[in-house]
T-cell receptor
Framework: DVKVTQSSRYLVKRTGEKVFLECVQD?????MFWYRQDPGLGLRLIYF???????EKGDIPEGYSVSREKKERFSLILESASTNQTSMYLC????????????FGPGTRLTVL | GQNIDQPTEMTATEGAIVQINCTYQ??????LFWYQQHAGEAPTFLSY????GLEEKGRFSSFLSRSKGYSYLLLKELQMKDSASYLC???????????FGKGTRLSVIA
């Protein structure tokens, strides 16, 4: 069974704090993705990675950065959290060049006060 | 550009059949996915279509017409537990990430 885990289910941070969201997958997938999900806006792609140390901007990368030092781990970083980054963050992974089905982690609900 | 449209909300009765439509315009096409997402949970994979026609999997079926840029998800013998959001996602050309629609929230009522 593919398992994608995220470091926290719920997180509360203050404006200006640096925030790390961690994602780990255990199926040796090449591809990993970070999305945020907001009511009425659906899933929006922040960043993705097809290989270690590789990253690509998605549709809404502003205010975020990522790190992929190991194949199984993909971290999302909010350098200086703002209230408009309050959202549900979902990590996903998929195998190979043609991506295939994406497997999602349970999500982290981040609140920035 | 890429655009995926699906209805925002639908309501159906327990035991009935419901069809959720999805239309898409993308740069290239390399498959269409349907996901189910219960409130507060992660999306889970339901079906995948890359060729025209109907794919059946138990109570759920998915149809694709590439020439029309159209798909639907058919849910039969609806159960209360089918109340969820259903997300349509398209894989474009090459190695591009999935593009997701905004989802259709289905409410199943007694």
């Amino acid at each position: 069974d593919v398992k994608v885990t995220q470091s926290s289910r719920y997180l509360v941070k203050r404006t200006g704090e640096k925030v790390f969201l961690e994602c780990v997958q255990d199926m040796d997938h090449e591809n990993m993705f970070w999305y945020r999900q907001d009511p009425g806006l659906g899933l929006r792609l922040i960043y993705f990675s097809y290989d270690v140390k590789m990253k690509e901007k998605g549709d809404i990368p502003e205010g975020y950065s990522v790190s992929r030092e190991k194949k199984e781990r993909f971290s999302l970083i909010l350098e200086s959290a703002s209230t408009n980054q309050t959202s549900m963050y979902l990590c996903a992974s998929s195998p190979g060049q043609q991506q295939g089905e994406q497997f999602f982690g349970p999500g982290t609900r981040l609140t920035v006060l | 550009g890429q655009n995926i449209d699906q209805p925002t909300e639908m309501t159906a009765t327990e035991g009935a059949i419901v069809q959720i439509n999805c239309t898409y315009q993308t740069s290239g096409f390399n498959g269409l996915f349907w996901y189910q997402q219960h409130a507060g949970e992660a999306p889970t994979f339901l079906s995948y279509n890359v060729l025209d026609g109907l794919e059946e999997k138990g109570r759920f079926s998915s149809f694709l017409s590439r020439s029309k840029g159209y798909s639907y998800l058919l849910l039969k013998e609806l159960q209360m537990k089918d109340s969820a959001s259903y997300l349509c996602a398209v894989r474009g050309s090459g190695n591009t990430p999935l593009v997701f629609g905004k989802g259709t929230r289905l409410s199943v009522i007694a």
